[in-house]
């Protein structure tokens, strides 16, 4: 029977290389551009550096090696982000595991002391952000607070400083697998040192903690940002380390998270793995192209990973030594992850269920398991609720602005326009396979993201229960299952999968400790295939964002740093601009919300000014787009250049930007200008006569009226049309010429448009298809050369089989 059993794995296992293999193939992996040319190059180069000084040392003084990299990487960040900002991250994070220990009873654990004082300052930050207090010296004064007042427990974690000094002592197998966990962890220490460019930083996550130093209280007002009484435990903790660091704080303390995640998962796993698998598998983790994602920007997920991890750490604790605190830690480390993050909530059957499940299977139960249960629940409500209580009290909408038929709020309007989440995926069995291969169906992300470690090992991990039924591979397995569920129905992005990971790679060892013990044979052909499949995460790691295709900048050069801002995030250049030259003065940001650090009001054109960008939407002329601007007190504008090949959302405010702004200062693809009192004359005029060629649907010489938005669509001309089902809207061309063939796009929800040649109608063209067919075409013939003005108008009217009456522009040729 074992032999059958031992047969069947390797089946299965070779089965699913096989599928790794023809997914790679099928999905095209390496055709997409995961790196480009510097970027690979610059990449190679610093792994052939550390592979030669990793060498040197191993045959030198292998146990120095982790000791030079430490003081390296200490002088390195001091060098390039600041001794203050690295002083502010450590004062927090010694402060948190001081007033942690002091909470919890003697002997307890370190890593999830540190994580209860974590929560309790971000807590604290929650409420404090709700009058002006935020000031740098009232936050250093709180987290000095507990040093001074257990100056023996705190002067004890800085006197092990020195001893770790001394070398380790490594066997060969331990000296490689932690050098690939030391390289994998640097090139997210690279990233962290890169100013912060990240879309959703700059839109949200920084915002937060800009606002809290420059006017030190949070508004929590939904009317001005959509998003200001969601949960922001992360922007809470960020902001302790903003207000004394800057900046640069708040990305190593992102940094950090990381790594106590790392280190949890190693004092995890290495009760059943030794040193050298245990080292390995989490640097396989590390390498998940995803953490590049959340750690290389300010991200919440690495918070609120880690607090749900901690708990289910805690909760294991509980029920190996029966000490109730633990118990209660968990709850509450769980309760703040939902504070962090509101799909945080979906951890809570898994781990209710679990812990009813240790409840049941200690051997010494509670004195009175329901009083024990009460109090854990009590812990999880006080952590949590702070957000939900504070959303309520604005709004009338704990979860604002999700839910609103379930929490009907005071911002009825605001709720009904937001768009919420997509329409989740179907799950079923290719849920799993396109995950991991099709990656980029989840959201922000390329295919590949997610990490190949986990299509190989879960299912061969899954078939290992039956042998090794173990409580840490139940317990990750089940939570991992039940909270990927809920997560993909409430909100299919991969991103949110991320904070399941950590039990996904508890699950993994689980499964090399029951191949180690029973299948030597298959052990370390299962180790040498996570090598292995730890090199494709490697180089797959930019799969996950867009901001690390180049690698990265040299965080020692200021130029170098501007470069990089100005590529990926030029709108920083233009709010430091206009904080100087136009201070205190209102902002629309269009076709950007990086409002960071901005000191006035902004609105923008995302669903974080929902009201404002729904109006923008519906202006049908550029003089409306003005009056709007002015309606909400914008006096500033930062935009797309013109010429810059950005996509404006629509016509109208396209030619808003280019009749009704008066640019002062280019960054990039974007510039800041000043809105004019009124539209420049001649917004209303068709460009001049032009000459045989092909024109696009984007020339500025095409006059749009009325309301036309644009759209990209790979099939098309040059990858973009602009359409619209207002009836009367039209485009206006001037050409030189005897023909002009529209090319237009026919489908199932096009409508009839009229032709309009020197002002006489040429009858109507019916753009309805049941089938797409991209670049139609139609000639419209003059009768004779010579300049002629085109007009084409949406009738509104339609065929009856089509869905709406949309009629669009793909290009222009003149011939």
Not at 261 to 269: D, E, G, N, S
Not at 705 to 719: I, M, P, S, T
Request: net charge positive; proline share 7%; hydrophobic share 50%.
């Amino acid at each position: 029977m074992m032999q059958v059993r031992r047969l069947g794995l390797w089946v299965v296992l070779l089965a699913l290389l096989a599928f790794t293999v023809y997914g790679a193939w099928e999905a095209k992996l390496f055709k997409q551009y995961i790196w480009s040319h510097v970027g690979l190059q610059r990449f190679l180069i610093f792994a052939a550096a550390y592979a030669l000084f990793f060498a040197v040392f191993s045959l030198w003084k292998p146990g120095l090696f982790p000791v030079v990299i430490g003081v390296g990487v200490l002088a390195f960040t001091v060098a390039a982000a600041g001794p203050i900002a690295l002083l502010a991250v450590i004062l927090v994070f010694l402060s948190s595991l001081v007033l942690g220990e002091w909470m919890l009873p003697s002997n307890s654990d370190s890593w999830l002391a540190m994580l209860l004082g974590l929560s309790v300052y971000m807590f604290a930050v929650s409420i404090a952000a709700l009058v002006p207090v935020n000031y740098p010296a009232v936050y250093l004064a709180a987290l000095v607070a507990p040093l001074l007042a257990r100056p023996r427990a705190a002067w004890a974690w800085l006197a092990r400083i020195p001893s770790l000094r001394k070398p380790l002592r490594l066997t060969r197998p331990e000296q490689l697998a932690s050098g690939a966990l030391i390289f994998v962890l640097l090139l997210h220490w690279l990233a962290a040192l890169e100013l912060e460019v990240g879309p959703d930083a700059l839109s949200m996550h920084l915002v937060v903690p800009s606002s809290l130093a420059m006017f030190h209280l949070w508004t929590f007002d939904v009317t001005r940002q959509l998003w200001a009484v969601m949960p922001k435990g992360a922007s809470w903790c960020f902001a302790l380390c903003y207000l004394l660091g800057g900046e640069a704080a708040a990305r190593l303390f992102n940094l950090a998270l990381l790594v106590c995640i790392v280190a949890l998962l190693l004092r995890t796993i290495r009760k059943w793995l030794p040193p050298a698998p245990a080292l390995l598998i989490a640097a396989l983790f590390a390498a998940t192209p995803l953490v590049q994602l959340v750690t290389g920007s300010l991200f919440v997920e690495n918070l609120w990973a880690l607090l749900c991890f901690g708990a289910f750490v805690s909760l294991g604790l509980y029920r190996e030594n029966g000490r109730e605190p633990y118990l209660y830690l968990a709850w509450l480390l769980l309760g703040a992850g939902a504070a962090t993050k509101a799909i945080a909530l979906a951890f809570l059957p898994p781990f209710g269920l679990i812990s009813l499940w240790t409840l049941a299977a200690k051997r010494k139960p509670s004195a009175n398991p329901v009083r024990a249960g009460a109090l854990a629940l009590a812990c999880y409500v006080i952590f949590a609720a702070p957000p939900y209580l504070t959303a309520y009290a604005k709004t009338g909408n704990p979860v604002f602005p999700y839910l609103a038929r379930i929490f009907p709020s005071r911002f009825a309007s605001l709720e009904a326009a937001f768009p919420g989440p997509p329409s989740p995926p179907h799950l079923g069995l290719r849920t799993f396979y396109d995950l991991t291969f099709h990656t980029s169906l989840f959201r922000e992300v390329q295919d590949g993201a997610i990490g190949f470690q986990y299509f190989v090992f879960l299912p061969l991990g899954i078939l290992l229960l039956r042998r090794k039924g173990s409580y840490p591979a139940i317990s990750s397995g089940l939570t991992l299952l039940v909270f990927s569920a809920i997560t993909f129905i409430a909100d299919p992005g991969v991103r949110y999968l991320f904070p399941a990971l950590p039990l996904a790679t508890v699950f993994i060892a689980s499964t090399f400790a029951a191949l180690r013990g029973d299948y030597p044979r298959l052990y370390p052909v299962a180790m040498t295939l996570a090598v292995a499949l730890l090199c494709l995460n490697l180089y797959f790691l930019p799969s996950s964002n867009w901001l690390f295709k180049d690698f990265v900048s040299n965080p020692l050069s200021e130029s170098a740093r501007q470069e990089y801002v100005t590529a990926h995030a030029p709108e920083r250049n233009l709010v430091a601009y206009l904080n100087k030259a136009h201070p205190g003065v209102p902002v629309a940001f269009l076709e950007t919300n990086a409002i960071a650090g901005l000191r006035a009001s902004a609105v923008t054109t995302t669903w974080h000014n929902i009201e404002f960008y729904d109006r923008m939407l519906a202006a049908k002329t550029p003089p409306d787009c003005l009056r709007i601007v002015e309606d909400f007190g914008a006096r500033m504008v930062i935009a797309p250049s013109p010429g810059s090949g950005a996509l404006i959302k629509t016509t109208p405010i396209e030619g808003f930007l280019r009749h009704c702004t008066d640019p002062e200062l280019r960054s990039g693809n974007f510039y800041a200008g000043r809105v004019q009192d009124q539209c420049s004359a001649g917004w209303d005029q068709p460009g001049p006569a032009v000459p045989p060629g092909e024109y696009d649907d984007l020339d500025d010489r095409v006059l749009y009226k009325g309301l036309w938005v644009r759209g990209q669509f790979a099939e098309a001309a040059h990858g973009t049309l602009t359409y619209s089902n207002a009836a009367g809207a039209a485009l206006v061309f001037r050409f030189t010429g005897q023909e002009a063939r529209y090319v237009y796009t026919k489908a199932f929800n096009r409508g009839i448009a009229e032709i309009i040649l020197d002002g006489a109608s040429q009858g109507t063209l019916d753009l309805y298809s049941p089938a797409i067919a991209w670049k139609s075409s139609t000639p419209i013939r003059a009768t004779g050369p010579g300049e002629h003005t085109l007009e084409i108008r949406v009738t509104g009217r339609k065929n009856p089989a089509a869905r709406d009456a949309h009629v669009d522009l793909d290009d222009l040729i003149v011939q």
